[in-house]
């Protein structure tokens, strides 16, 4: 039997349905998260539990539950569903309300719902690299909060989709974003350089080890906006996300990058990203199917 978790009930997965006045369903008003999976562990779950309640809290959503109480519930879902490698996606939104722009009274709780998914680490696309897209960014003006509102993101990915990439890499004019689930990095001689975390971007978990890896291991970085004249001369790219971890980019829109193989710099990142992993969740198996 696989389960979900509905305000906070662990039930039967098929029986998690949602109200048509959910504001989640109608406004896309909500936040969310993803945690990976590995080994049964969930990595990083306290750094995606801070950041949803960060989440809420710029939205003004007053969580049912404190971090703590998810994280049990949600250790209680993995071993349910008895997921070894996969995600947990979880999300709030602002309950279940006779559709109103305007928020409902504060009696009104918020609707919390989490679910898994048994998904391998992308282990070929991470050994060969992937082809992105350029695209505008158009976004709003807080893609720091981790929004259920992902319109703008959607159609980014399906351009890239219909193109037969990846992952769409956006730009505000001449200044390249992020991309539309994960954040872009580019190695320029030795330096690796990086969008700050302002409003323009999502602060991701991962862009956040790799940050701290590259402090760990005196690799120099540098937190600051680059062209896309920058991103296209690049020596290296790569993009960072829960699923996709480092990942190198070795085309955009029909181009090599560098030499179209994976850096050697995006390379040593993957091997101490993985070292992380490992340290949080055990050892894993590279070659296998993981699951
Ligand atoms: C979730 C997300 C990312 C990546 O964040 P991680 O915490 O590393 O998964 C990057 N950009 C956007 C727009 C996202 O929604």
């Keep these: ?46 750094e995606h539990l801070n950041r949803l309640s960060e989440s809420c809290e710029k939205i003004g959503l007053n969580p049912g539950f404190t971090k703590e109480e998810l994280k049990t519930k949600l250790e209680q879902l993995i071993g349910k569903n008895k997921i070894g490698f996969g995600t947990v996606y979880l999300q709030y939104s602002r309950g ?11 009696e009104v709780p918020a609707a919390f719902v989490a679910y898994t ?29 981790k929004s259920l509102n992902l319109l703008g993101n959607l159609l980014a990915k399906q351009k890239a989709a219909q193109s037969g990439c990846f992952e769409a890499i956006q730009h505000r004019g001449h200044t390249v974003t992020e991309g539309s ?25 991962s862009r956040q080890k790799v940050l701290e890896i590259s402090h760990e291991n005196d690799i120099p970085f540098e937190e600051k906006a680059f062209t896309i004249d920058e991103l296209l001369g690049a020596d290296e790219i790569f993009i960072s996300s829960t699923t996709a ?47």
């Design 1 to 46: 039997m696989e389960y979900a978790i509905l305000n906070g009930e662990l039930i039967e997965r098929k029986d998690a349905k949602v109200d048509i006045e959910d504001r989640g369903y109608q406004f896309g008003d909500g936040v969310y998260e993803v945690i990976r999976v590995y080994n049964g562990k969930m990595f990083t779950a306290e």
């Design 96 to 106: 279940i309300s006779p559709r109103n722009h305007a928020f409902p009274g504060s």
């Design 117 to 145: 998914r048994e998904a391998a680490r992308p282990e070929e696309n991470m050994k060969s690299g992937i082809k992105a897209i350029l695209t505008e960014d158009i976004r709003w003006l807080r893609c720091d909060i």
């Design 181 to 205: 689930s994960s954040n872009i990095f580019i190695v320029s001689g030795d330096k690796l350089v990086t969008h700050p975390a302002d409003h323009f971007i999502l602060n991701g978990i």
């Design 245 to 291: 971890e480092v990942m190198p980019v070795i085309g955009i829109d029909g181009s090599p990058v560098k030499n179209g193989k994976p850096g050697e710099l995006t390379q040593k990142l993957q091997g101490l990203f993985l070292e992380k992993i490992e340290k949080e969740c055990g050892s894993i198996q590279t070659g296998a199917l993981n699951s």
